[in-house]
């Protein structure tokens, strides 16, 4: 694969499309650190299919609206790590700058500095073989803050309510009307 010294969208996207046949598969998160850029660019390529945006200031009520979903996987990364927690997402309140989760008896407890959040991104594609969808949340700078994939049954089917309430929640919140702010589109699908 021979990439131009500076990738621009348009190449971007056909290198992803390229992928995308030669590998459905493909983790985005290893492309991005391969061409050494953020996250989101990889995301932003993807077919309009494969994902939505929504602002960042959706993401507390795309949060709480989660804590309904009966079963989810929490992750997050560091340089030394990638964390993985099944789990049925904890409520939260805003305090001190942060979202506190405050529920004792979940296994994810802890802070989310949703303010960083800068935008949240449904994403369907296929992981392992198997369909997948995810809310990604990405900072300003492109790189994902964490993300919550659906959670599954023990034939590891994705469960239905879940997904359900994924296409829900993206209808609801990346389908244009989320991007409006004082009657004027602020996403890249420019709705009227």
Request: charged share 25%.
């Amino acid at each position: 694969m021979t990439l131009p010294p500076k990738l621009s969208d348009e190449s971007l996207r056909a290198l992803v499309e390229e992928k995308l046949v030669n590998d459905p598969d493909f983790m985005p998160q290893s492309l991005a650190e391969k061409l050494g850029i953020p996250l989101r660019r990889i995301i932003e390529s993807l077919p309009d299919d494969m994902r939505s945006r929504a602002p960042g200031e959706a993401a507390v009520p795309i949060w709480e609206a989660m804590t309904e979903w009966e079963k989810v996987t929490f992750m997050a990364g560091t340089p030394g790590a990638i964390l993985e927690i099944p789990c049925r997402l904890p409520k939260g309140a805003l305090g001190h700058g942060m979202y506190n989760l405050m529920d004792t008896n979940s296994a994810l407890r802890g802070h989310l500095l949703m303010d960083k959040v800068d935008s949240v991104w449904f994403v369907s594609k296929r992981v392992f073989g198997m369909e997948s969808h995810s809310v990604q949340f990405y900072d300003a700078e492109g790189g994902q803050c964490f993300g919550v994939y659906l959670g599954r049954d023990e034939e590891r089917r994705i469960i239905a309510s879940v997904k359900e309430g994924f296409f829900t929640l993206k209808a609801l919140y990346a389908g244009g009307d989320c991007c409006k702010k004082n009657g004027v589109c602020r996403c890249e699908r420019g709705h009227s």
